[in-house]
């Protein structure tokens, strides 16, 4: 009988705790980080502070994501970094510098290493705070975040000579 | 009474939190120390196992098709090698084959530089696809670029310059190769040496214009002197040229091969073959998108008089009609039905039935 209680009442704290879990869950985005959407504040194209670039046009910019250009003009190696699958940010890359949804995404670098144009594929980064860490941290990087996320120790791209901040800019 | 339920669920967050922390820093640090200066590898195998029901008294059946292993290593900044190894199902056994081996040094975008072993690049398929049945649409190869075929030098041992030139509008790029040229047995290449003393050479000239992006274009010349096993010394000249529309909805391939014989110690002993295939496909839209229906057509015509290809039986044609089921994000199901006839002896029939993966991370 006493047993029979313990073990019900274990289940009700359980039940109880995921109850808190699954709150919070709802609760923290909305209260710790309001966002806006990638469409009003840009996305923003980012690179390691020493890289020699300033401005890139779109379509140089389609190149080095599809890596078609490999090489930044002082001949280091471009590092692409992209989010993984699930993410805002990679979505929208997806739909306007790639054009391609995830399954022609994959297919595109699968195809890609095939033919040994690239020895892989491009990293994946899990998160906003890795992505900027990474392109902090490896020379010759490149990555994307939304714009409003941007930090000085990283550098940020004018995409055919324009901000986010800017009208106009391509990537809203 | 909510203490303790509040009190469990900091602790299981606390405990997330510090995994993912642990499992964040472990991945940062490896990739930051990793920095591409030290060998990097990257793994990529394909496979496919086929159904086949065929007219006649070929064989048919269950087929395993080419297992292809792939190694990349990055070795630093601008060095990288690249390995292919297949094994092909045989009669009674597995022929294992070193299908590439390239090392590869890029200076620049421009202008990268390798040696080892290839696919030519010959027109589209046969660099694009190759041993990637999960690649391509379809079952298998168009016959012109088949396993083993004596129209396009399907490999070739030497060296290789290719580049893209950044910043033109046209996605311009270029190979340019130069080695062993084919063999004896000229459906393979000359892997330990050139069989005369008059080395294979070839350029090859793409765009993929970015206004258009999705489309390529590409125009190329091959150019080699062959000591076949049974004939005298022939010079080959072959010009290829495809138009290909990657966007799969629609997706279009067109491929057109000229290849042309003459005999050297007889320039009046010559002949042509004509080689081309069309293929149309389109993936389906929203909730069908995993199914790809696609046809193509394929002709061959090799003159009586060419002296190298003129006794081999390949003249061909075929209509083929197939879809494709992508029911996983790195395997595929094909059905495909084809209506061809070899060496103009009466068209036959046969349906295929293909499950073919890619195995990769990515």
Sequence with gaps: MHMTMRVKSTARQIRQSLLVICSLFFLLPSAAMPEESIGQNGLAIIVHKDTNVDNLSMTALRNIFLANQ??????????????????????????????????????????????????????????????????????????????????????????????????????? | MIVRPVLTSMLLLGATFLGAQAAYAQYSGAVASANLSDPQFNFMGF??????????????????????????????????????????????????????????????????????????????????????????????????????????????????????????????????GFGNGRHANVARAGDAGDINGDKAWMVQLRAAPDRYFGLEVGLGFYNDEIRPDDRPDIKENIVSAYAAWVRESPEVIIEYIHSSHELLSDSSVSG???????????????????????????????????????????????????????????????????????????????????VSFVLTKL
């Design chain 2, 47 to 176: 496979g496919d196992v086929s159904y086949l029901s065929r007219d006649g008294t070929s064989k048919d059946g269950f087929f395993v098709g080419q297992a292809v292993a792939h190694i990349t290593a990055s070795l630093g900044n601008s060095l990288s090698v690249f390995g292919e190894i297949s094994a092909t199902g045989k009669d009674s056994q597995y022929s294992v084959e070193v299908e590439r081996m390239i090392v590869k040094y890029e200076f620049s975008d421009l202008f990268k530089f390798s040696a080892g072993r290839y696919h030519t690049p010959i027109g589209y398929w046969n660099s694009a696809f190759h041993h990637g049945a999960w690649l391509q649409t379809t079952t298998t190869r168009p016959e012109m670029v088949k396993f083993g075929s004596k129209i396009v030098p399907i490999h070739f041992v030497g060296v290789l310059m290719e580049g893209t030139m950044p910043g033109n509008p046209f996605g311009l790029s270029y190979h340019a």
């Design chain 2, 272 to 354: 042509d073959v004509d080689a081309w295939y069309a293929q149309f496909a389109y993936r389906l839209k929203d909730d069908l998108r995993q199914w790809k229906p696609y046809v193509r057509l394929e002709k061959t015509d090799v003159d009586s008089t060419d002296p190298l290809l003129f006794d081999q039986g390949l003249d061909y044609e075929a209509s083929v009609l197939g879809v494709r089921w992508d029911f996983n994000p790195y395997a595929a199901l094909k059905a495909e039905y084809r209506n061809e006839e070899f060496d103009n002896a009466g068209r036959e029939n046969n349906f295929r039935l293909q």
């Design chain 1, 70 to 172: 490999q090489f930044w003009p002082n001949r280091s190696r471009i590092i692409l970094l992209v989010r993984a699958p699930q993410s805002d940010e990679r979505d929208f890359v997806l739909n306007t510098i790639y054009q391609m949804d995830e399954a022609q995404f994959r297919k595109y670098w699968i195809a890609k290493m095939f033919r040994a144009e690239v020895p892989r594929g491009p990293k994946i980064v899990f998160s906003t705070g890795m992505t900027r860490d990474l392109v902090v941290a490896i020379p010759g990087s490149i990555s994307f975040l939304r714009a409003d996320q941007v930090t000085d120790d990283i550098k940020l791209l004018r995409i055919d000579g324009k901000l986010p901040s800017d009208e106009g800019y391509p990537l809203k």
